[in-house]
């Protein structure tokens, strides 16, 4: 059973796979080549963690088009127009990822070394711990992987 991402379309996916004791190594291989030409393929040994592959990966496209969403009406707020805002908000958060993707440095690492004491980032930071940004995004990871489960048992995927 796989859970890819849409990025795959792009051939820049995550695809979440699980294979029981009836698939053979040859299979998984042919699988994980097949499914490898569109995404980055990673494997869970138990079925269930696809609900949390589907919450964290699956739907996570998703939350980042809501950041460059709300970064972008903020921008447009502050006074850019609305065309350049997004041109930057896509930008960034593309560079982001690719600086996340090709360092060895974990997101927090990288967080800290772009966030100058008593700079602009770092106030930006302080203000997204006060308003529980990553309790936010647990609760919508939650939510989520909620409705999977949900939505597995609706199908009969009783495992």
């Not at 494997?43 to 696809?50: G, T």
């Not at 041109?87 to 070394?113: D, F, H, P, V």
Request: net charge negative; hydrophobic share 40%; proline share 3%.
């Amino acid at each position: 059973r796989t859970m890819p991402n849409t990025p795959a379309l792009l051939g820049k996916g995550a695809t979440g796979m699980m294979a029981n004791e009836t698939v053979s190594d040859e299979q998984k291989a042919l699988s994980e080549q097949i499914l490898g030409a569109v995404s980055e393929c990673l494997w869970v040994e138990d079925e269930k963690m696809l609900d949390v592959v589907t919450a964290l990966s699956g739907s996570g496209p998703a939350y980042f088009f809501l950041m460059i969403e709300s970064m972008t009406k903020s921008g447009v707020a502050l006074g850019l127009d609305e065309k350049t805002a997004e041109q930057l908000s896509i930008q960034t958060a593309l560079g982001a990822s690719m600086m996340a993707s090709n360092s060895e440095n974990s997101a927090r690492e990288l967080r800290a070394k772009v966030t100058s004491p008593n700079g602009t980032t770092q106030a930006a930071i302080e203000s997204f711990q006060d308003q529980n940004f990553e309790m936010l995004v647990s609760h919508a990871m939650r939510a989520a992987f909620d409705r999977a489960r949900e939505m597995g048992t609706e199908l009969g995927d009783d495992d």
